[in-house]
């Protein structure tokens, strides 16, 4: 129901329908899945003159609860995760935050990272259609820049 701004009013029944994002899962209805799990499928460290850090995010295509090369990464996925570092004396902490590429990838890069153990750890991800599942995780241990 409207009404304009002298009182006037009208009435009209409309249907909205949702479409799904790309990569949605559907089931022979046409009706939109329930969400499919993702989960951190690798973490990948390179150190030259900075630490460079990729997450790479997929989700569970199969789904078998365990994510493989297989399986399709994530794209458009919020990831924020809390890098630590200490060499002995002093721990410094970076919070890195941003959304995964069309491979699910996100880069955050530290320049010239100091000698030390470092330590990620994924605070938050996020999708508009996939649900994070914690149990997908690798479990990841500190890295040492030598």
Same mark, same amino acid.
């Given at each position: 129901?409207?009404?304009?701004?002298?009182? +006037?009013?009208?009435?009209?029944?409309?249907?909205?329908?949702?479409?799904?994002?790309?990569?949605?899962?559907?089931?022979?209805?046409?009706?939109?899945?329930?969400?499919?799990?993702?989960?951190?499928?690798?973490?990948?460290?390179?150190?030259?003159?900075?630490?460079?850090?990729?997450?790479?995010?997929?989700?569970?295509?199969?789904?078998?609860?365990?994510?493989?090369?297989?399986?399709?990464?994530?794209?458009?996925?919020?990831?924020?995760?809390?890098?630590?570092?200490?060499?002995?004396?002093?721990?410094?902490?970076?919070?890195?935050?941003?959304?995964?590429? +069309?491979?699910?990838?996100?880069?955050?890069?530290?320049?010239?990272?100091?000698?030390?153990?470092?330590? +990620?750890?994924?605070? +938050?991800?996020?999708?508009?259609?996939?649900?994070?599942?914690?149990?997908?995780?690798?479990?990841?241990?500190?890295?040492?820049?030598?």
């Amino acid at each position: 129901r409207v009404t304009d701004d002298q009182s +006037a009013t009208n009435e009209a029944q409309v249907t909205i329908e949702i479409t799904p994002k790309n990569g949605d899962p559907s089931n022979d209805s046409g009706s939109s899945a329930p969400a499919t799990a993702m989960g951190v499928y690798d973490m990948i460290w390179s150190a030259k003159n900075n630490l460079d850090l990729t997450v790479n995010i997929r989700r569970d295509s199969q789904p078998d609860e365990h994510l493989t090369v297989d399986d399709e990464p994530v794209s458009e996925a919020s990831v924020t995760f809390l890098l630590t570092h200490e060499d002995g004396i002093v721990q410094n902490t970076w919070t890195f935050q941003g959304l995964t590429d +069309a491979s699910g990838n996100f880069r955050a890069k530290v320049p010239r990272a100091a000698n030390g153990s470092y330590q +990620a750890e994924i605070w +938050a991800l996020d999708h508009d259609i996939y649900v994070w599942e914690l149990n997908l995780d690798a479990d990841y241990t500190d890295w040492f820049i030598k």
